[in-house]
């Protein structure tokens, strides 16, 4: 294209237009790699800013600096007069970002696509309305709102991507490569759009590596290996001394079969380039000497055709790329890479034009001043487009509502344990030698631990209805008195049935504790007294002591009933841990949640509107495994529903922190699901749930009390199974309160609404 081309954009004075970009030596480093050094350049409102330069140049690092979503390690920019480093939050309402890579939503719809990025900007209904029909009609999607983005082809879905990008009429528009991967004809139309756009008064600032689209700018840079080689108008650049050498005259040659000819031209002295376009050959050649000579010299046919030309912007790159090569290999480390260019209109020289940023210009730029958008704004957008996800995923739907159910009835009767070490309370209502030995012996099987003796009957109970005891021993205040006078003693032990393996456990060793008991004093007095060692109420001899057993809370000793509570638990954890940080992880890896961080969304509004539609699903999820519960296996919840409601909200935000603390650590979704898995594991087996906590060793007891479940399970078994109340449950709940404070913190303050470095 030649230099008519970027006629539409007549250039204004400097004054006139007013930067709305100004770069002054910035830098970005990410570890020893320099991405970006010592770039500095000004746009004007209203033009076409083009920066080229290879891939991995630093293009897309200078857009994110600009957008304030990445800081910069050195060096200072503004864009509408606003400082990126510390008005980046007020910078967002007012541009617009094209990414370079589609980084919309596939699987929302065209209109539901530009309704959420109208609800990000904070655009009303009436708003929204009226600038999603304008963007349609400039960009021809009126036809294709119901269409799933995913299924556009690469132009449309450039479209889409610019439609969203202006629905709230920004004044700067960022574009990377926005044409990257296009057909020729999606180019052609795509720029044609900006042609409109920059005639709106709207400044665009693109990045490309395509020749002729940088002939379509006003004014273009070029970057090579993170520095800015040079700066200007197209024509200048066409006109520097580098390009033209003194001496030479560049021409176009036409020969057939011209890709054999190439090789000797280039090998001719005189000839200082010579570069195949099409069926023609692009020559630079010392002015001393005529093409017609040089083709005679190497024995070629004569030309077909050929004519004098003007350097395009790619000899202009090439000529600087070559340059900067052969100086880089010169000199390893070079502190300064410039390159002159030629005088702009008004005289002056074109890098002069990098101009420091003036309070008097930033104040002038900075009108009107941009609306407030605290961190709850964007939450309504981001929660409606999570609940669409959500619709649009059946498979995510039958994870978390049919899974669940599955699961719980397969670990339900699958799961079976045996356990030692008992928490037993003793209610010794005797109190002499006797009895206190009759305790001693309970704790000497090592099946049975006594954690404390009570002393009235209220307090009795009240640990057995807490969980703090699993098994009560109640001696009777005759119980010594029975004995000696031969009689036969009740000795009451009371076992919390909802743990059958518990239940188990204590029924048989306590039923053979009496038994031996019994035996051994049956012998005594037989061998002393040659007679019965008791009699029962009717005077038939008996053993003297009766060993009397009663299932509390589960009579049958039914393993489900134990292990189907702690599933609810384990389910619900797995269920809201592996979603949350799979969505979170998944927008990164698509790039959509980097276009989400260059908007006006806050980061409370951000981060609740994409956990409230999980908690509302994992909600769903709680209340299908408790179904599963109660019709299925036979578990009646005991407790009061409200308060086992509310406690598993609670862990539910602790869990959805989990899962968001593990998208700010993950990558990629492999990461996610390792980091996930790593903490699902000690939640399984160190939670209580499969193995007594009562029989780890010390320090990885401890360690249990760090994991959010372990207080969840011991809430759910208390409700469920022993009908607790928050009085009993009040240990359980501050821990796992306190568990989700820490982890909430932490998730919170490491999710920041930027890219990391």
């Known amino acids: 294209m030649n230099v008519s081309s970027v006629d539409p954009f007549p250039e204004q004075p ?57 800081p910069p390690s050195g060096g200072d920019a503004h864009v509408l007069g606003l400082d990126i480093r510390s008005d980046a939050e007020r910078i967002k309402p007012r541009v617009g970002y094209m990414s370079q890579q589609f980084s919309l939503y596939g699987d929302l719809s065209v209109q539901e696509n530009l309704d959420f990025y109208g609800r990000i900007y904070g655009l009303d209904s009436g708003q929204l309305s009226q600038r ?78 395509y020749m002729d689209e940088a002939e379509r700018c006003s004014e273009v840079g070029y970057i090579y290996q993170s520095r800015l080689l040079v700066l200007g108008k197209p024509h200048q650049l066409k006109e520097l001394p580098e390009v033209n050498p003194a001496g030479t005259r560049r021409f176009e040659i036409r020969l057939p079969s011209p890709a ?103 104040d002038s730029v900075a009108e009107p001043a941009a609306p407030t958008h605290g961190t709850w704004a964007g939450l309504w957008a981001v929660l409606i487009k999570e609940l669409v996800h959500i619709r649009r995923q059946p498979t995510t739907l039958f994870f978390m509502l049919v899974i669940p159910a599955m699961q719980t009835i397969i670990f339900g009767y699958a799961i079976d344990t045996q356990i030692e070490h008992i928490p037993t309370v003793v209610f010794n209502m005797d109190g002499r030698q006797m009895s206190r030995e009759l305790t001693a012996a309970f704790e000497n099987t090592r099946r049975f631990q006594i954690n404390g003796h009570v002393g009235d009957e209220e307090s009795f109970q009240r640990s057995l209805s807490s969980g703090n005891a699993k098994v009560g021993i109640r001696i009777p205040p005759n119980y010594v008195d029975q004995l000696l006078r031969g009689e036969q003693t009740r000795l009451q032990v009371l076992i919390d049935g909802s743990d059958s393996q518990v239940a188990t456990t204590a029924q048989s060793t306590a039923q053979l504790l009496g038994m031996n008991l019994s035996i051994q004093l049956a012998r005594k007095k037989g061998d002393a007294l040659q007679l019965a060692p008791a009699r029962d109420a009717f005077g038939t001899g008996a053993l003297p002591i009766d060993v009397r057993t009663r299932m509390l809370y589960n009579p049958d000793l039914d393993s489900s009933h134990f292990f189907v509570p702690g599933l609810v638990g384990i389910i619900l954890q797995l269920v809201t841990l592996f979603l949350t940080s799979f969505a979170v992880v998944r927008e990164r890896e698509l790039g959509t949640l980097e276009q989400l961080f260059v908007t006006p969304v806050g980061r409370t509004g951000l981060l609740l509107g994409k956990l409230l539609p999980y908690a509302l699903v994992g909600f769903a999820s709680l ?19 409200t308060l086992l409601l509310a406690l598993s909200m609670l862990f539910m935000v602790c869990s959805l922190a989990l899962g968001l603390l593990v998208s700010t650590i993950a990558k990629t979704q492999l990461e996610a699901f390792q980091f996930a898995f790593v903490i699902m594991l000690p939640s399984v087996l160190l939670s209580g749930f499969v193995f007594p906590r009562s029989e780890m060793p010390l320090p990885i007891y401890l360690v249990t009390f760090a994991i959010p479940v372990t207080y969840y399970i011991e809430i759910l078994r208390g409700v469920v199974l022993r009908g607790a109340d928050l009085i009993d449950l009040m240990p359980w709940v501050i821990g796992l309160s306190i568990c989700g404070v820490v982890v909430l913190t932490l998730s919170v303050a490491r999710f920041q609404k930027r890219l990391s470095g």
């Open 623 to 641: 209340l299908t495994v408790m179904v599963v519960m109660i019709y299925v296996f036979g578990v009646e919840i005991r407790g009061s529903i």
């Open 260 to 362: 054999r000819h190439l090789v000797p031209l280039r090998q001719v002295p005189e000839v200082h380039d010579a570069t195949l376009f099409g069926e023609t050959i692009h020559v630079l050649m010392d002015q001393t000497r005529s093409p017609a000579e040089v083709l005679r010299q190497l024995n070629i046919s004569p030309a077909e055709e050929t004519r004098e030309i003007a350097p395009s912007l790619e000899d202009v790159f090439v000529t600087l790329t070559r340059n900067a090569e052969r100086r880089s290999s010169l000199q390893a480390e070079s502190d300064e890479v410039s390159t002159p260019i030629a005088p702009d209109a008004t005289g002056s020289p074109a890098t002069s034009r990098k101009p420091a940023v003036t309070s008097q210009l930033q």
């Open 132 to 209: 999603r029909d304008q963007v349609l009609g400039l960009t021809g999607l009126g036809n294709r709102l119901p269409q799933l983005a995913r299924t556009l082809s690469g132009g449309w879905k450039q479209r889409l991507a610019l439609a969203c990008s202006l629905i709230h009429e920004p004044e700067v528009l960022f574009l990377d490569e926005p044409t990257a991967g296009i057909d020729p004809v999606a180019r052609r139309q795509l720029w044609d759009l900006l042609f409109e756009l920059s005639g709106r008064g709207v400044t665009l600032f693109v990045t490309t590596h």
């Open 14 to 70: 400097d004054s006139d237009a007013g930067s709305v970009i100004d770069v002054h030596s910035l830098s970005r480093s990410f570890g020893s790699l320099v991405a970006v050094r010592d770039v500095s350049f000004a746009v004007q409102r209203g033009s076409i800013f083009g920066l080229l330069g290879p891939n991995g140049s630093g293009k897309s690092t200078i857009i994110r600096m600009l957008l304030g979503i990445l």
